[in-house]
């Protein structure tokens, strides 16, 4: 079981970068993949990027070249870089993880952080 706490979400302009963390409890976070999603006002849940256990990476075709994910399983942390922010990555950003199913899909996630809010302002 993980109990997931996401933080560095915040107000940045246009052009701008944030870093976002993800800190889990629990002994199996090194067992997940780890993803995260985003949600802004009036949309769907939208798949962001994920890592899964043995270290590969998928991050969503719009945002690739400008969103990187990683994680330090010795501090039980994930991360999202987010660089060259606009004003339509504005929404709040969530981490989860899972041990099994479509990483792609936030249903198949069993663990869900609270989630941070980012706006990006033009």
């Known amino acids: 079981q993980l109990e997931l706490v996401e933080s560095g979400g915040g107000l940045v302009q246009a052009g701008g970068s944030l870093r976002l963390s993800c800190a889990a409890s629990?002994?199996?976070?090194?067992?997940?993949?780890m993803g995260w999603f985003r949600r802004a006002p009036g949309k769907e849940r939208e798949f962001v990027a994920v890592?899964?256990?043995?270290?590969?990476?998928l991050v969503g075709d719009s945002l690739k070249g400008r969103f990187t994910i990683s994680r330090d399983n010795t501090k039980n942390t994930v991360y999202l870089q987010m660089n060259s922010l606009k004003p339509e990555d504005t929404a709040v950003y969530y981490c989860?993880?899972?041990?099994?199913?479509?990483?792609?899909?936030?249903?198949?996630?069993?663990?869900w952080g609270q989630g941070t809010q980012v706006t990006v302002s033009s």
């Open positions: 629990g002994d199996t976070f090194a067992s997940h993949a």
């Open positions: 890592i899964i256990r043995s270290g590969a990476t």
């Open positions: 989860a993880g899972t041990l099994t199913g479509n990483v792609l899909v936030p249903d198949q996630y069993l663990y």
